[in-house]
């Protein structure tokens, strides 16, 4: 799944142009292209006496690290090459040369990945000798790798060092003392679980593409698997499954304190929580909302845990990726005091492009209580109308040309296939099969009552263009008769129709720029209306609107999705839109 073409086939360039990009969209940020070091511009500090915060590690996790850099959050950046480790000589130049000199200590966090340590920790060391006050957190929050497993590496490093940075950040930004942030750092940690699940492995720019198969072979067809790592490390299970199965699987690998080797924190009912929803970067808004669902569901209706908020986001990617991470932050007392919980750190204003920008925190503690229960009140019955159609006349006029399109559906189809996306004789058909349904409890013989019935019947039922363009002409038509509607009663005549359907025409084309010409139902319905109006005959009207249908063979379109699928096929079919069109009104003058 994942993509083995890129726009960029040089990693290296890619990471340099995605770090010189912030300083585009974040015009407080500076970059140190050499040393791979993005940080922020000291005009745009506050107070530049505030502990500084740097992170890091290996490119292909963006937004993570560098676009985390920001008020509120990070003061640095050191960026690797995808998937590895920056080296300890350009942490030892961030933490040297790249931060304010006024700054009363430097707090580097880092994710518990061996060449991450060995590297920050290399650059720490060289940092203090040279006399700076530097502490360092390590993030594991994984818990895809149980203790046995894990042994003395511990736990991986995932998106839960987004929380992290953030807590940290917010401190440093309120001036509290590098010892507070460091250990508050540790408090989250220690209270942080993650886990990961994807589909697939990803792609890294630069590389062949039969190592891009050599990877996709790794996860067969149909498998999902949980605990992968951010550098496509194995996880710990391959599983075949649906998205319920998969959530109720990962939630009882960080939340079931009965399983010793993973059961890294005990989250209990009564505890207040933070749940990250992270994107791997490759699943698609619709299927992360989707994902934050069911998480969200299972963690009240299995655990009785109800998240106090829900970070939804790529936060810390791994490139293109069709995976998530789950991560739960148990909200532990921090014993700073007032303003510095860390749900209110959470909460805390970051000016960083990474960061989402969440709903407000008034917003989450207002209580919004569900409006009170009561019955909808009906739709306002339609006004009656004195313009009379008999009942069974109407049936027995309508029934066989939906019948007759109904049958056509395949014939419109196969030319939509030719010259659209060959969804038109479908919702043609759904459309006729839902008025059918609906003739038999048409008893009324005021127009107005029909048009009630029909109206919303197509409104529902059809969908796409030729849907809304039905539902449109036929509400103007309903408008345009009433518009004709006597003191007395008076039957629809065929003059009666034929005024109202060239009105409703030119109110359709206030919402359409089609004529006769363009290759759409146009072709169709204006030389009938025309006819109709001039002759007073259906039948002569309807062919009127068979010839105008044959004529859109070869007729290069000029609306309508049509126009850009290209191809000749078009000059073999006529326009399918108008073709429906004409076998109902057809059958309309079969019937009469």
Same mark, same amino acid.
């Given at each position: 799944?994942?993509?083995?073409?890129?726009?960029?086939?040089?990693?290296?360039?890619?990471?340099?142009?995605?770090?010189?990009?912030?300083?585009?969209?974040?015009?407080?940020?500076l970059v140190d292209a050499q040393n791979k070091i993005v940080y922020r511009n000291p005009s745009s500090i506050?107070?530049?006496?505030?502990?500084?915060?740097?992170?890091? =590690?290996?490119?292909?996790? /963006?937004?993570?690290?560098?676009?985390?850099?920001?008020?509120?959050?990070? *003061?640095?950046?050191?960026?690797?090459?995808?998937?590895?480790?920056?080296?300890?000589?350009?942490?030892?130049?961030?933490?040297?040369?790249?931060?304010?000199? /006024?700054?009363?200590?430097?707090?580097?966090?880092?994710?518990?990945?061996?060449?991450?340590?060995?590297?920050?920790?290399?650059?720490?060391?060289?940092?203090?000798?040279?006399?700076?006050?530097?502490?360092?957190?390590?993030?594991?929050?994984?818990?895809?790798?149980?203790?046995?497993?894990?042994?003395?590496?511990?736990?991986?490093?995932?998106?839960?060092?987004?929380?992290?940075? !953030?807590?940290?950040?917010?401190?440093?930004?309120?001036?509290?003392?590098?010892?507070?942030?460091?250990?508050?750092?540790?408090?989250?940690?220690?209270?942080?679980?993650?886990?990961?699940?994807?589909?697939?492995?990803?792609?890294?720019?630069?590389?062949?593409?039969?190592?891009?198969?050599?990877?996709?072979?790794?996860?067969?067809?149909?498998?999902?698997?949980?605990?992968?790592?951010?550098?496509?490390?194995?996880?710990?299970?391959?599983?075949?499954?649906?998205?319920?199965?998969?959530?109720?699987?990962?939630?009882?690998?960080?939340?079931?304190?009965?399983?010793?080797?993973?059961?890294?924190?005990?989250?209990?009912?009564?505890?207040?929580?933070?749940? %990250?929803?992270?994107?791997?970067?490759?699943?698609?808004?619709?299927?992360?909302?989707?994902?934050?669902?069911?998480?969200?569901?299972?963690?009240?209706?299995?655990?009785?845990?109800?998240?106090?908020?829900?970070?939804?986001? *790529?936060?810390? =990617?791994?490139?293109?990726?069709?995976?998530?991470?789950? &991560?739960?932050?148990?909200?532990?007392?921090?014993?700073?005091?007032?303003?510095?919980?860390?749900?209110?750190?959470?909460?805390?204003?970051?000016?960083?492009?990474?960061?989402?920008?969440?709903?407000?925190?008034?917003?989450?503690?207002?209580?919004?209580? $569900?409006?009170?229960?009561?019955?909808?009140?009906?739709?306002?019955?339609?006004?009656? &109308?004195?313009?009379?159609?008999?009942?069974?006349?109407?049936?027995?006029?309508?029934?066989?040309?939906? !019948?007759?399109?109904?049958?056509?559906?395949?014939?419109?189809?196969?030319?939509?296939?030719?010259?659209?996306?060959?969804?038109?004789?479908?919702? %043609?058909?759904?459309?006729?099969?839902?008025?059918? !349904?609906?003739?038999?409890?048409?008893?009324?013989?005021?127009?107005?009552?029909?048009?009630?019935?029909?109206?919303?019947?197509?409104?529902?039922?059809?969908?796409?263009?030729?849907?809304? %363009?039905?539902?449109?002409?036929?509400?103007?038509?309903?408008?345009?008769?009433?518009?004709?509607?006597?003191?007395?009663?008076?039957?629809?005549?065929?003059?009666?129709?034929?005024?109202?359907?060239?009105?409703?025409?030119?109110?359709?084309?206030?919402?359409?720029?089609?004529?006769?010409?363009?290759? *759409?139902?146009?072709?169709?319905?204006?030389?009938?209306?025309?006819?109709?109006?001039?002759?007073?005959?259906?039948?002569?009207?309807?062919?009127?609107?068979?010839?105008?249908?044959?004529?859109?063979?070869?007729?290069?379109?000029?609306?309508?999705?049509?126009?850009?699928?290209?191809?000749?096929?078009?000059?073999?079919? $006529?326009?399918?839109?108008?073709?429906?069109?004409?076998?109902?009104? &057809?059958?309309?003058?079969?019937?009469?």
């Amino acid at each position: 799944m994942s993509a083995a073409k890129h726009y960029l086939t040089d990693p290296i360039h890619a990471v340099l142009s995605n770090l010189n990009s912030l300083t585009f969209t974040n015009p407080s940020l500076l970059v140190d292209a050499q040393n791979k070091i993005v940080y922020r511009n000291p005009s745009s500090i506050s107070n530049l006496q505030n502990v500084s915060v740097v992170c890091g =590690g290996g490119s292909g996790h /963006e937004p993570g690290f560098a676009g985390f850099v920001g008020d509120g959050l990070l *003061t640095a950046c050191v960026a690797g090459t995808i998937f590895a480790s920056p080296g300890a000589e350009q942490v030892r130049t961030c933490l040297q040369h790249r931060l304010p000199t /006024e700054s009363k200590g430097i707090l580097v966090v880092a994710t518990n990945y061996t060449g991450d340590i060995l590297n920050f920790g290399m650059g720490v060391e060289k940092a203090r000798a040279l006399g700076k006050k530097v502490e360092m957190v390590v993030v594991g929050d994984d818990v895809g790798v149980g203790r046995e497993k894990g042994g003395k590496v511990g736990r991986r490093g995932l998106s839960g060092t987004a929380l992290v940075v !953030k807590v940290v950040g917010a401190l440093a930004e309120q001036g509290v003392a590098l010892e507070d942030c460091a250990r508050v750092g540790y408090l989250v940690v220690n209270n942080l679980v993650s886990l990961g699940a994807s589909l697939s492995r990803v792609h890294v720019p630069g590389r062949g593409i039969e190592e891009a198969r050599e990877e996709e072979e790794r996860l067969g067809p149909g498998l999902v698997e949980i605990g992968m790592g951010i550098h496509n490390e194995p996880g710990c299970e391959k599983v075949k499954t649906d998205l319920p199965g998969l959530v109720k699987i990962m939630l009882g690998q960080m939340l079931n304190q009965s399983d010793k080797d993973r059961a890294y924190v005990n989250i209990e009912k009564t505890d207040e929580t933070i749940l %990250l929803i992270n994107n791997f970067g490759g699943v698609s808004n619709l299927e992360l909302g989707a994902i934050t669902n069911e998480v969200v569901i299972q963690l009240k209706k299995s655990y009785g845990l109800k998240p106090r908020r829900i970070v939804q986001g *790529t936060l810390f =990617g791994s490139l293109d990726g069709p995976g998530f991470i789950v &991560s739960i932050l148990r909200l532990a007392d921090t014993g700073l005091g007032p303003g510095k919980s860390l749900l209110e750190l959470i909460d805390a204003p970051a000016n960083a492009i990474g960061w989402p920008r969440c709903v407000s925190a008034e917003t989450w503690e207002n209580e919004h209580k $569900p409006p009170p229960q009561r019955a909808e009140e009906a739709e306002q019955e339609t006004r009656p &109308s004195n313009l009379k159609l008999d009942p069974t006349r109407l049936r027995k006029t309508l029934e066989p040309a939906l !019948k007759k399109l109904i049958d056509a559906e395949a014939e419109v189809t196969k030319y939509d296939s030719v010259v659209g996306d060959g969804d038109c004789g479908i919702g %043609l058909k759904r459309g006729a099969e839902a008025i059918l !349904k609906v003739l038999p409890s048409i008893s009324s013989d005021d127009a107005m009552m029909v048009f009630a019935k029909v109206c919303p019947t197509v409104e529902n039922t059809m969908d796409g263009t030729s849907g809304a %363009l039905y539902a449109i002409f036929l509400n103007s038509l309903a408008s345009n008769l009433r518009a004709q509607d006597t003191s007395s009663s008076t039957p629809v005549t065929n003059e009666i129709w034929a005024k109202s359907l060239a009105m409703s025409i030119g109110d359709l084309r206030k919402y359409t720029p089609a004529q006769p010409g363009d290759r *759409t139902l146009m072709d169709a319905l204006v030389p009938f209306v025309e006819v109709l109006q001039k002759t007073g005959s259906t039948k002569e009207a309807a062919k009127a609107a068979k010839l105008g249908t044959d004529k859109t063979k070869g007729m290069k379109a000029s609306l309508g999705r049509s126009v850009y699928v290209g191809g000749t096929g078009f000059e073999e079919v $006529p326009d399918p839109g108008a073709y429906g069109l004409s076998i109902f009104l &057809s059958g309309i003058a079969d019937a009469l």
